[in-house]
């Protein structure tokens, strides 16, 4: 492509982090292509059902040494929005923000001729931590030895490092650094406030429309899931989301341990936040879990809530009879270690005479 060509198009690339609203952000994205364009926004038309999906695929092209593919998109994603009138092209997928700097510097080559501001949303360290380790324990197969797990995890809680490897090949001034936790309510109106949209066609939007959510199951029950295979594919992992928020929709628990797995996770050797765009968040980003005192009733209703969660999905797979049977053993269970009370043993059925 010639450097003239698409050379006054603006391209925002929003490379996350995971766990700070991407899924909101580009849900609104390829649930309403039309209504961005109207507003001179193109957005990349993927092959995937879903748009965060397949600009995914991208970001491991890019990862996997494939720059040509990945610059082929790009170019057509510029020819099609020059096409079109826009005047804005966007590009959202939180899988860039875990590319090695030489991904990055290719990217940028990639890049080169346009005008082009990176996104990049930062979370509490203490918060995303649990969250990475919940996204890393809830899929079938993916419960694995500590050492893994804790690498998974606080390899990206250095975020110096993780800024300067995109100032090394994009600099300082095309780095726009945000605090999800500062505009958590209000991420669509800031975010697409600042691509042009105008607040009161975004807000009529967002009143007519519900947008997409990462249900957040807690660890200890993504651990059960994941333990006894029940989320075998991408379609059942998505039912249990919805049966969880069915059950623990409006009950807000959080147990004490979780802020003991948060201070094992985010220790100083793990985190750095010297970088100097990091000033005005550093408090938010390194505020601390408060530590939670549980109270009897919480436990018994967690437990009893949990129970429920577990039965319904039970119920809707058929040939997990004995998995049904440890669900209600476990809540049988934990409901008496809550109450001091003995555990009795399951009475068991007579053998029928021959």
Request: hydrophobic residues 40%; proline residues 4%; aromatic residues 10%.
């Amino acid at each position: 492509m010639a450097r003239d060509i698409g050379a006054k198009m603006k391209i925002y690339l929003h490379i996350g982090t995971h766990k700070t609203g991407t899924t909101a952000i580009q849900s609104l994205i390829f649930r309403n292509s039309d209504f961005l364009a109207e507003h001179g926004i193109f957005v990349p038309k993927v092959d995937r059902e879903a748009y965060r999906r397949g600009l995914a695929d991208v970001a491991v092209l890019l990862r996997q040494g494939q720059f040509e593919e990945v610059r082929d998109f790009i170019h057509a994603c510029v020819r099609e929005a020059e096409a079109s009138g826009a005047r804005v092209l966007l590009i959202s997928s939180e899988e860039f923000s875990t590319a090695a700097p030489q991904h990055i510097e290719a990217l940028a080559q990639i890049l080169k001729p346009f005008d082009v501001e990176v996104i990049l949303y930062l979370r509490n360290v203490y918060e995303y931590a649990l969250s990475l380790c919940g996204e890393q324990i809830k899929r079938p197969g993916s419960v694995r030895r500590y050492e893994a797990l804790a690498y998974e995890v606080t390899s990206r809680l250095n975020y110096t490092e993780l800024l300067s490897r995109w100032e090394a090949s994009f600099g300082t001034e095309k780095l726009d650094v945000r605090c999800y936790d500062d505009v958590r309510t209000s991420l669509l109106e800031t975010f697409y406030g600042h691509l042009g949209v105008p607040a009161d066609a975004l807000d009529a939007l967002i009143e007519r429309r519900s947008f997409e959510k990462n249900k957040s199951i807690d660890m200890a029950t993504q651990l059960m899931l994941s333990v006894v295979n029940i989320n075998s594919d991408m379609g059942k992992l998505v039912r249990s989301n919805e049966v969880y928020d069915a059950a623990f929709s409006d009950f807000h628990y959080v147990p004490p341990m979780l802020a003991n797995i948060a201070r094992m996770f985010c220790r100083a050797e793990f985190m750095d936040f010297s970088h100097p765009r990091l000033a005005p968040f550093v408090d938010t980003l390194t505020r601390p879990i408060p530590e939670m005192e549980e109270t009897e009733e919480e436990k018994i209703e967690y437990l009893e809530r949990l129970g429920l969660f577990a039965l319904k999905l039970a119920a809707e797979r058929r040939g997990q009879r004995r998995w049904r049977q440890k669900i209600r053993d476990f809540i049988r269970v934990g409901k008496a270690a809550s109450q001091d009370t003995p555990v009795r043993g399951r009475k068991k059925k007579p053998k029928k005479q021959r």
